[in-house]
């Protein structure tokens, strides 16, 4: 894909934003009749540890066209994928189904959909005109025989993989109370080449490994890539100009500026929940300390000082805190403070070294790595430190990101090389849910590194 | 290319020798071997700094403060800088793969900037070393074993 078409993608999130208002949860004037109102009906609790996944049926929707119909085909593929993976849901097989999708479309026969296992059902039709796109979509309860949505969506033609997620987003929502990410992107570093030479790239996907594109050429080693609020702008590390340097990249225009006017090495970019500003880490002397630069005013502004090696800034949601990554004490740990500066205190006290904190978009806990003993784990734990859960343990497994709903987290995982050439070396992202479950490897085109998860797009 | 800068001692006269270059002679006696014979490296080029002074120390876990067993490798080569005044370098820090990346490229710093204040205490200028950390992102050694890491944990001195 080229610029131009970044800049599509970006145009259409705006104006999603404007059908995504009408979608979610509220009866679309002149659309669809009889929305049922209040509450879900099927709500689950998934704050426990685990939860069955709720049985779902997902027929094919139908179409205007046999067009409309291939079109109609793809979107419930890719609803169906995207709650599968979720690990929360699980799809009735479609061999079972009774009733046509046609049909269904048209008026559900419940018993039918009852017999077979399935307590949600969605059906929906796409319809053609020209290159605009018609989705409807709605959602069922199969033993109150209740509609608990209807939404309908319009696009271009082309983008009937955002409405198959935004559809997504509504069925999770919807069931499970709480807001969804598949409207969402991930940023990352492609990898390839040998291991020593390695060609290191921006690329970015969707949340389901689809739509990959490269964003920059791989002239310079790109590293560490994190998304601003809005989702049009990536914070990352280059080695452009053969001085590792923290950038900022524009997705709307591609094009991609140094941030700040520091004399050392730069790493580690946050941006600010507001938008407004970065935290990042500057080397100098022995030091690397953290700094945040206002993206307005480009002002700098130190936070820490003379303690080690400070790196990995992260804001929490409400903007008011810090936490970071130090080995001011010695070794690694974990460290929070306020936004301003002031009140440093460490909250990781388990065996091993502590690194790469995240902050959850729910603000209730810290993801972080743990080099422990010559294991690597990714683990979660809450902002003072208390509770410490580890979610998965392996070899070279680090820097966990949060998908906007804070329920399911992605990070990367290396495999070790088995002899002395690097041979079985790879490097591959992952993503599981914060209680543990549904560790899942994520398909990439090449090996991969260092995600970082959009907001949601609309 | 720079990769061919980083490349180590070991691999580098594998690979003449490999290439069976006429130059092979003298670079394969190895480190220390001495100067000024016919078929050397050119007199002040990476290839020379490798063969004759050594390119590179290495670190502790962990650790960024040079070595007492490394610390004389940092003074052949501000011998060596003083004897070529017009060469400039640039010390890369590397971590091993035992890290998170960002830790790691703060560290790489750390050990460039330790290798480098040593090489001014020897005496070499300031203002002809530059530094770079890679973090664990270029190891020389691509196993994942304790002799590999031990490899990869060094600063490397690259003519510029």
Known sequence: MTWKDEAAIRRLSRRAALFGGAALGLPLIGGLPAFAQGGPSSVVDITKARTDPIPIAVPNFAGNSGEAQRVGQNIAGVVLNNLRNSGLFRPVDRAAYIQTAEAAAQTPRFQDWRVIGAQALTTGRAELSGDRLRVEFRLWDVLPEAQIQGT???????????????????????????????????????????????????????????NQRYLTDGSAAALTPRFHPNAQQIAFMSYARGEPRVYLFNLDSGRQEVLGTFAGMTLSPRFSPDGRSVVLSSTRGNDANIYVVDLGSRRERQLTSGGGLDVSPCFSPDGSQIVFNSDRGGDQQIYVMDAGGGGIRRISFG?????TPVWSPRGDLIAFTRISGGQFAIGVMRPD??????????????????????????YFRETPARDARGGGYSARLSSIDIAGFNERQIVTPTDASDPAWSPLLA | MLNSKVMSAFAALALLTACGSSTTDTAATGAGAAAGTSAGPRPGSQEDLVANVGDRVFFDTDQASVRADQRSVLERQAGWLSRYPQVTVQVEGHADERGTREYNLALGQRRANAARDVLVASGAAGARISTISYGKDRPAALGSTEEAWAQNRRAVTVVR
Do not use: C
Not at chain 1, 175 to 181: A, N, P, V
Not at chain 1, 398 to 408: I, L, Q, S
């Open chain 1, 351 to 355: 065996r091993g070294r502590y690194a």
């Open chain 1, 385 to 410: 430190g208390s509770g410490e859960r580890i979610l998965s343990e392996g070899w070279g497994m680090e820097g966990p990101t949060f998908a906007p709903n804070g329920r399911v987290m992605m």
């Open chain 1, 152 to 210: 309908a969506f319009t696009a271009p033609a082309a983008n009937w993989r955002r409405i198959a997620h935004l559809i997504s987003d509504v069925i999770y929502e919807r069931l499970l109370g709480e807001k969804g990410y598949f409207d969402t992107r991930v940023v990352y570093v492609a990898e390839t080449g040998p291991r020593d030479r390695r060609t290191r790239r921006l690329a970015i996907m969707d949340q389901d490994g689809e």
